[in-house]
């Protein structure tokens, strides 16, 4: 039975037991004399995917594109809890939101620990209209084998601001192809984290030795930057802009770009 999503209020077939059930009790209830109506759903689900955690709610891009609808997003790269305490693992955190008020309009989430948690968090934000500026501010349970101070679902809300008032310039793993041949495209991890790996064609310029090394920045190039998750490439941007330079943040950082492109090399082995 096709049922109105909570976002576009189009008519869509979600066949999952949470919402089949609630509509279950709804029949229920109208049976028994009360009024009652099912005010749509949002597709949130979970699956285990060998030793990964893979969730999703609300709204995808395919579906916002084939709607003409505007959208945003934005790839944060949060550990499941305190970095300092043992046992952590990070999750890769999609979020899409309205580019003119922030509204949160889906998510997917990739990870292994606490990802059941933040899906619902997002879920509720899908559902009950909140925009990132409500997501900043959710008070949420903390102790270091749990979470951080800041929770990844606060943090989403945060560089969703930075991008709607101008702060962060983003740009994405499948631009990383297109940038110009004249372009200047730069790392600003650690040295050995650079070593480690990195996209091709992009100098290393720590952060820390960024202000030093301005002479290296051609002015009148596009600045194309990444780190390892998008942080340090912000700080960075933050810099050039303070000396009148504009450029572009890798949204998600080497860390997105380098799943992606393993994942290219395992399909291209298979066929």
Known sequence: MAVSHVVSGKKVLIPLASPANKQGRIVGDNLCGKHRAYKGSQGTSIMKFFDLTVAVTGEKEESLRSQGRLYKKIFTVSASHAGYYPGGSQMIIKTLFDPENGRILGAQIVGKDGVDKRIDLLANAVRFGQTCYELQEEELSYAPPFSSA?????????VIENVLEGRMNPYYIEDVENIPKDAICVDVRRKDEYESGHIPGYKNIPL???????GEIDRSRKIYLTCQIGLRGYLAQCILAQNGIESKNLSGGYTLWHEMDQDRGAKERMQ
């Open 150 to 158: 800041k929770d990844p679902v606060n943090m989403a809300g945060y």
């Open 208 to 214: 820390d030795e960024l202000r030093e090394r301005m």
